[in-house]
């Protein structure tokens, strides 16, 4: 008995490495919808927020969301224009919403539940809330 839980200790560890040692490794992400919402508030000024929903390598589905003003958050932009729709916008009150689709596949590098996406505007933070 003690030496089946000597090797389930060490395969533990091992894992346990590989996980620390993969945390900074770029990985491939596909960006399936990239949310854009902006409110005027009452003062006049504007609100910004990015949210996106996006295949993580393992197939696991996640959500993810950033606010203007965070150091690195800003939308995403398809990394090939002319092989994605038009975002669909609407407005409704003092509330605009722009949502595009199936922007293809970026590079990104997960630190726990902060996600840094490698796109055409450079390196944007967002950080996972979810799964979706």
């Not at 508030?41 to 927020?49: I, W």
């Not at 993810?64 to 800003?74: E, Q, R, V």
């Not at 995403?76 to 975002?87: G, T």
């Amino acid at each position: 008995m003690r030496p089946a839980i000597t090797v389930l200790l060490s395969v533990c560890a091992s894992l346990a490495l590989v996980q620390v040692s993969a945390a900074g490794d770029k990985i491939k992400i596909e960006i399936v919808e990239a949310t854009t919402t902006i409110q005027t508030l009452s003062t006049g000024q504007m609100h910004f927020m990015f949210d996106a929903k996006v295949i993580l390598p393992d197939g696991s589905h996640a959500a993810l969301i950033c606010l203007f003003g965070d150091n690195g958050c800003a939308g995403i932009a398809p990394i090939i224009p002319e092989k994605s729709a038009p975002p669909d916008c609407t407005t409704s009150g003092a509330i605009s919403t722009c949502v595009g689709r199936n922007l293809g596949f970026y590079d990104a590098k997960r630190n726990k539940n902060q996600l840094v996406i490698y796109g055409s505007r450079g390196k944007l933070r967002y950080h996972i809330v979810s799964s979706w």
